[in-house]
């Protein structure tokens, strides 16, 4: 069949942080770039992040890259690449200050400087003590950011494909990305993205899981993408939660609750964390928070007619001071939980927040997959960036405010990568294979004519319970290998996903079937990395490599220093080293990570 | 972008467009949908599809009721919407 191709220099898939980042830098270059959003620009999720862009300048007080880059280290749990690292921190200033010249309006000091707030897990001088790090526009961060980068790329004119939705990468005989296939939802049609160069700024995958505070567009369909055409996932065993999401809806409620008084209570009413945390109790570091509230699930004693979640309690605070210092929280019991926290608790569980892991790339955008011996070979003219890419800055944990840094500067430097390679390109476009389009085709002809299979909506729900109780916060031996065994079955059922609607325009249908394609990959990968990984490093922690003298805080360097690799074909595992090595200065050896 | 005077705004459009940036816009609009767009006039959808438009931190000040919409005319559908 024939499919109508479309050419340019540069296709990027994602318009959030990442991608309009990278798309500035094609366009102003003069190269012909498309950018394709399954949302405008503006609704990508990077609109819902708030605390802020990490970057050292020293604005409010002294501050230095090289801390910076330490504490990215030790908050990856010494998972991160130092070369990336280092880098991403180097180069944190200039992406910051040409943002604040693309019109972004960051809060500023009296003196007219960018204000700078601190976070947690930025410190000064080497873990000594908290510095404010963190540029923020009001609680507005990644709305502003997105407008300004927005704006920036419709005067280059970057050609913006809105509520188009990228299907499969196109590799040719030599494994090459030379394009992309793409849906366009008005029309229901296929078309051929036919490119010198591809980025995937596709964003996280948040969606796998029950409980997210992702929205609904986080369904990792770049990494979906990328597994199908044969490049392997990176360290997808690691995802950041937060303690506190509102059970069955995901909307964060600030760690301020707890900080005002706010106390976790089980389903005997009793402040369990007075077992767990006897001194810090309730305000006990997030990740021993989240423990503590899946083992009191675990055990039974979880809430609500399936015991699947704890109570945060704040009726004992007097409203007034409810209302005066914790004024959304209010509004949020009463719109997803149906409770008015004044008068009674609020049900609460930990949920999922960021995606570590994702396409493996260099510092310089490049994908990289193992070949001919070499762990890290660049895959010609593909490239990703953003919650979707690996590069590997955030390690086994991301530091709050270091994603956004990520968007910019390896928005950037892929931006950059790409201009360089479609440089040294002939002018003519390199050759679509034969028959470009019919794997997805193929595809959505299953869906067309499946008959007697599985709901999508079900069979999402069956693979988002099973990631939360299997490789949740906190994970059990007998729960992950069980969790491999039911994300298989599941599998299945994804590859006979059935849908009634069979329109062309719009089909919201066809596009969750599409999506759940992607979702599938990522949980696969997460779950099968998670049951290998048999030590406890950053965010992913189990039960059976608990603290002690030998392996700190259950870390096995001798054996787990070292970044999986995931591939669909097989479910197969393989492993690459962590670059020790950064680029201009001493590596920062491997130690305990205390607070 | 389509533009709010479409004389028909098909369901799946409208249902796409409530896919925003933020899990609470999700959250409210799906169940409004859910349990609204059946019943919904063809009116009552390009209004709804008008409110759309509004960027999402906006958007949701307004059917949070912390913020008005400055378009007196959806002030009908924001009500259905806060009530949601
Ligand atoms: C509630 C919340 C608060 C946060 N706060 C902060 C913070 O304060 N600081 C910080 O540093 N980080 C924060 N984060 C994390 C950060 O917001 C994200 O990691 C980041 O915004 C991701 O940006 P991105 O550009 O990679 O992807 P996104 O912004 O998610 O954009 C993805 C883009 O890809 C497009 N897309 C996806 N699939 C397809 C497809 N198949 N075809 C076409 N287009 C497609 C989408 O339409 C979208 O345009 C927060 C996250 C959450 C959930």
Known sequence: MSVPIRKFDAVIVGAGGAGLRAAIQLSEAGLRTAVLSKVFPTRSHTVAAQGGVAASLGNSEEDH????????????????????????????????????????????????????????????????????????????????????????????????????????????????????????????????????????????????????????????????????????????????????????????????????????????????????????????????????????????????????????????????TIMKRLPGIREIGIQFAGVDA?????????????????????????????????????????????????????????????????????????????????????????????????????????????????????????????????????RFKHMLEEGVSKITEIEQQVASTEIKDKSKVFNTARLEALELDNLIEVAKATMVSANARTESRGAHVRDDAIDSPEFPDGRDDANWLKHTLWYREGNKLDYKPVNMKPLTVDTIALKKRAY | MDSANDQQVSPGRLLWHCRRGLLELDLILQRFIEHHLESLTTDQRAELFELLHYDDITLLAIVSGREQCEETRLKGMVDLLRAA
């Open chain 1, 342 to 474: 004044i008068k009674e608790p609020l049900p609460v569980v930990p949920t999922c927040h960021y995606q570590m892991g994702g396409i493996p790339t260099n510092y310089h955008g490049e994908v990289v997959m193992p070949k001919n011996g070499n762990p890290s070979e660049p895959v010609p003219g593909f490239y990703a960036a953003g919650e979707c890419a690996c590069a590997s800055v955030h390690g086994a944990n991301r530091l709050g405010t270091n994603s956004l840094l990520d968007l910019l500067v390896f928005g950037k430097s892929s931006g950059e990568s790409m201009v360089e390679f479609i440089k040294t390109q002939p002018a003519a476009h390199k050759p679509l294979p034969a028959n470009a389009a019919d794997y997805s085709l193929s595809r959505l002809n299953r869906l067309e004519t499946q008959t007697g299979g599985t709901a999508v909506g079900a069979t999402r729900l069956a693979m988002q319970r099973t990631m939360q109780a299997h490789c949740g916060v906190f």
């Open chain 1, 65 to 320: 890259w090289h801390w910076h880059m330490y504490d990215t280290i030790k908050g990856s749990d010494w998972l991160g690449d130092q070369d990336a690292i280092e880098f991403m921190c180097r180069k944190a200033n200039e992406v910051v200050i040409e943002l604040e010249h693309y019109g972004m309006p960051f809060d500023r000091t009296d003196s007219g400087k960018i204000y700078q707030r601190p976070f947690g897990g930025h410190m000064s001088n080497f873990g000594e003590k908290p510095v404010r790090r963190s540029c923020a526009a009001a609680d507005r961060t990644g709305h502003a950011m997105l407008h300004a980068m927005y704006q920036r790329n419709v005067k280059a004119n970057t050609q913006f494909f809105i509520e188009w939705m990228a299907l499969d990468l196109i590799r040719d005989d030599a494994g090459d990305v030379v394009g992309v296939t793409a849906m366009e939802m008005e029309s229901g049609e296929v078309y051929i993205f036919h490119a010198k160069a591809v980025l995937f700024a596709t964003g996280g995958a948040g969606r796998i899981y029950y409980s997210s505070t992702n929205a609904f567009i986080n369904t990792g369909d770049g990494a979906g993408m990328a597994a199908r055409a044969g490049v392997p996932l990176e360290d997808m065993e690691f995802w950041q939660f937060h303690p506190t999401g509102v059970a069955g809806a995901g909307v964060l409620i600030t760690e301020g609750v707890r900080g005002e008084g706010g106390i976790l209570r089980n389903a005997d009413g009793e402040r369990f964390m007075e077992r767990y945390a006897p001194n810090a109790k309730d305000l006990a570091s997030r990740d021993v928070v989240s423990r503590a509230m899946v083992t009191e699930i675990n055990e039974g004693r979880g809430c609500g007619p399936n015991k699947d979640h704890v109570m945060l309690d704040i009726t004992h605070l007097d409203p007034a």
